[in-house]
């Protein structure tokens, strides 16, 4: 009689430390009791009743997943591929385990077609040069689809776009003509500067020829220093004249 009650008592200890459950801070536990589901528990110490309850474990920290490369052809008939990387969280655990039978591989295949058919809708320099707005609108698309199953979508991001050799080698001659073509708007724009500010100082001078002389004059100076030579420069007699009449006083 006695070994029986201890046989009892073992054999009740163990299926209660069968049934006791310890829930971390980002899990939950979703119970079922004979087929229906109860409720979700945690975090903390729970106890599940062996046979009668059966529970699933679910994370509920966010989960980084990458979108494989996709082959997409852009509106514009360019084939690229392209690969973006998905984060997201359960908020909702029983949704995530009664709406669908996997909820990883769900959203991993939502966000690859989704991925295809946004870059698809889209010019490839849309998909360059705009990709906040192509994050945005594959976000929103994922989100939605996803909310009845329990999940959040906190960002997508595109991370990389293969574009074909031949395309590649087209844009880089691109920038490079794009390159040459501001060097050399920014070198005519000094060229017109230079031509304006000589015309305006001919313009002064020609209204004041006494200042044309003196820069005459400054300009016989400056040679006659830098080359250290005796120079003969042919002075038309008018000029000379003009030269006497503005140096000599009145």
Known sequence: MFGSIITLLIIGLAVGLIGVKIFKEYERGVVFRLGR??????PGLSFV???????????????TMNVS?????TRDNVSVKVAAVLYF????PNSAITQI?????????LAQTTLRSVCGQAELDEILSQRERINARIQD???????????KVGLVAVKDIDLPQDMQRAMAKQAIAEREKRAKIIHAQGELQAAQRLSDAAEIMAKQPAAFHLRFLQALSQVAIEKNETIIVPVPTDLLVSILRQTTPA
Not at 69 to 73: H, N, W, Y
Not at 89 to 92: H, N, P, Q
Not at 141 to 151: F, H, L, M, V
């Open 37 to 42: 589901l109860v409720s979700f528990r945690g």
């Open 49 to 63: 009743i062996p046979v009668v309850e059966k529970m699933i474990r679910v994370d509920l920290r966010t989960v």
């Open 69 to 73: 490369p996709q082959d997409v052809i």
């Open 89 to 92: 969280r359960v908020v909702d």
């Open 101 to 109: 039978e996997n909820y990883l591989f769900g959203t991993s295949q």
């Open 141 to 151: 698309i994922i989100d939605t689809q996803t909310d009845p199953w329990g999940i």
